[in-house]
T-cell receptor, first 110, second 117 residues
Framework: NAGVTQTPKFQVLKTGQSMTLQCAQD?????MSWYRQDPGMGLRLIHY???????DQGEVPNGYNVSRSTTEDFPLRLLSAAPSQTSVYFC?????????FGPGTRLTVT | AQKITQTQPGMFVQEKEAVTLDCTYD???????LFWYKQPSSGEMIFLIY??????QNATEGRYSLNFQKARKSANLVISASQLGDSAMYFC??????????????FGRGTSLIVHP
């Protein structure tokens, strides 16, 4: 049972490049979400999904896209990377009450 | 407006002593849940404890307890008998249910706890 997995663990991008952060869970959870963590800001919600085919915006959605074609996968796309998107990104899935987090992706945009 | 407020950016405690980390929340939803997570320097998010808004008793998990004061909208984490391994960032979070809530938790900014030997 792998829980929530994220790839890659580390990534460096140049301004303007695009990329996809992968997230998968094997717990058959309906709710999944993406957060970004910046120093002194806690975790801020980017996008979330309440089931396959259903997504919605969180607190800081600009510059990011998501889709949910299966229950297991919830990728986060950066459309045109900017230095302000330098952050640690966490994917999470929700059980009956607890959130299960992936190990995080540390992204640097130069 | 902040839904979760953690007013202590940093806290220090002596090993074996108890420490309270403060958390206040703001919601008009009668159904909500409160969480505490620990983030050690290695970066992973570790679930510690959960309190539902309708739970009559304060939640406890080993050395962790949640001091839930509904009227004051307060959900403080109490760590008893601190250990060196408790040094970490601690995040309070809230999940709202009905009334437009997404059932996805929102987080406070965190409190850094350092345990001294």
């Amino acid at each position: 049972n792998a829980g929530v997995t994220q790839t890659p663990k580390f990534q460096v991008l140049k301004t303007g490049q695009s990329m996809t952060l992968q997230c998968a869970q094997d717990m058959n959870h309906e709710y999944m979400s993406w957060y970004r963590q910046d120093p002194g800001m806690g975790l801020r919600l980017i996008h979330y999904s309440v089931g396959a085919g259903i997504t919605d915006q969180g607190e800081v959605p600009n510059g990011y896209n998501v889709s949910r074609s299966t229950t297991e996968d919830f990728p986060l796309r950066l459309l045109s990377a900017a230095p302000s998107q330098t952050s640690v990104y966490f994917c999470a899935s929700r059980g009956s009450y607890e959130q299960y987090f992936g190990p995080g992706t540390r992204l640097t945009v130069t | 407006a902040q839904k979760i407020t953690q007013t202590q950016p940093g806290m220090f405690v002596q090993e074996k002593e108890a420490v309270t980390l403060d958390c206040t929340y703001d919601t008009s939803d009668p159904s909500y849940g409160l969480f505490w997570y620990k983030q050690p320097s290695s970066g992973e998010m570790i679930f510690l404890i959960y309190q539902g808004s309708y739970d009559q008793q304060n939640a406890t998990e080993g050395r962790y307890s949640l001091n839930f004061q509904k009227a004051r909208k307060s959900a403080n984490l109490v760590i008893s008998a601190s250990q060196l391994g408790d040094s970490a960032m601690y995040f309070c979070a809230m999940r709202e249910g009905r009334s437009g809530g997404s059932y996805i938790p929102t987080f406070g900014r965190g409190t850094s706890l350092i345990v001294h030997p």
